[in-house]
C-alpha cells in the first residue's frame, strides 16, 4: 500500500512529461484553433468546475493577451437551468472537464451545438460524454491521474489553452516551443522546490483559514491553489484578485492570519504588491510565490519559480509551488491528499 499522497505528488512530478506528451499532438490543434479565429469577434465561451473552472479563467487572459481575441467565463446555469435564448451561433465554445462526464457541462455542450455554437472538448478521456457531445475533442494527453486531486490534467488545461490561443493568433510554433522551455524549467525547479515546500509547510499545520491572492495571469493559480490547499489539507482557501482584497476582505485579517500572493514579472506586479502591503499592515503573515516572489516584501515564506519566457506561461510553473506545498502541507496534518473526505475522482453533481 503507497504512503498517503504518494499518488498526488508522483503526478505532481510527471507534469514536465504530461505537457510533452501534449505538444506532440500539437497538429491537432491546427484546425481547431482556425476555426475559434474564424469566429471573431463573437466571444469564445470558456465553461468547467473546480480546477477546470480555474484553468477556464486563465483562458480568458491566453486569448487576450496572445491573440487579441475576446473570451469569457460563461454561465452553465444560464443555459441549462434558465434556458437563456442566447445567440451563441457565431460563438465559438471550449468546455473544460478532466473525466469528460460531469453532466451540466456535457447538457450546456449539446444545447451550445444545437443552437450553432463551435463546440470543443478538452478532456482528458477521448471516449468520454463530452467529447461524444461536443462537434471537436482535444485529448489532454496527461495520463492516467488516480489521486482525486488534480495535478496534471490541469497542467495540460493551461497548455491546451495556450496552444489554442497561439494557434488562433497565428504562432502555434513559437507558443509550443515556449511551453517546451518551460517544460524544462520544471524539471529543474521540482526537487529544490519540493525541499522548500516541506520545510516551511509545518508552520501551516494548525491554519484553518488563509487568503491567496493574484491578479491577470495569476487569478488561475490563486483559484488554484486556494482549491488544492482546501480539498487536500482542509483549510477554507479564498481565491481572490490583488484588487479584491481592499473590497472588504482586508477587514477579516488579523494578526498571523496567512495571505498568500502570487508575484509574477508582468503588468500587474505593481497592484499585487500593494495589496500585500495593505495585507501586512492589517497584520498578515505573508506567503510569497511565484517568478517576482523577491518583490513581496515582509514576505515570511518564500517559493519563487524561474521566469517563463513570456508572461502567459507564469501559471504553468507558478502553480507547482502551490502544488507541493498542498502535498507536504496535507502530509503534516496527517491527511491523504490522493483521497480527500468527501471527494471522487469523477464528479457527477450538477
Known sequence: ????????LSEI???PDAIGRLLERTSDYDAVAA?????APAPIRLVGHGSSDAAASYGVYAFGVLAGLTAMWDSISLTTYYDAKLDVSNSAVIALSQSGQT??????????RARGA???????DPRSALAQTAEATLPLMAGPERSVAASKTYMNQLASLALLAGGAAGKARKIADGLRRVTEQMTEMLDPLGLRAGEIAPAFTYVER????GRGFELATAREVALKLTETCRIAAEPLTATDLAHGPVAAIEALFPVWAIASHDETLA????ATVRARAAGATLVASGSAAAKIPHAAFSLPVPRPPRPAFAPLLSVVAGQLFAAALARARGLDADHPEQLTKVTLAQ
Request: hydrophobic residues 55%.
Open 1 to 8: 500500500m503507497s504512503r498517503p499522497g504518494a499518488l498526488f
Open 13 to 15: 512530478r510527471g507534469q
Open 35 to 39: 476555426e475559434i479565429a474564424k469566429r
Open 103 to 112: 453532466q451540466d457541462v456535457v447538457e450546456y455542450v449539446m444545447r451550445m
Open 118 to 124: 463551435f463546440t470543443v472538448a478538452l478532456t482528458n
Open 210 to 213: 488563509m487568503f491567496v491572492i
Open 271 to 274: 497592484a499585487v504588491i500593494e
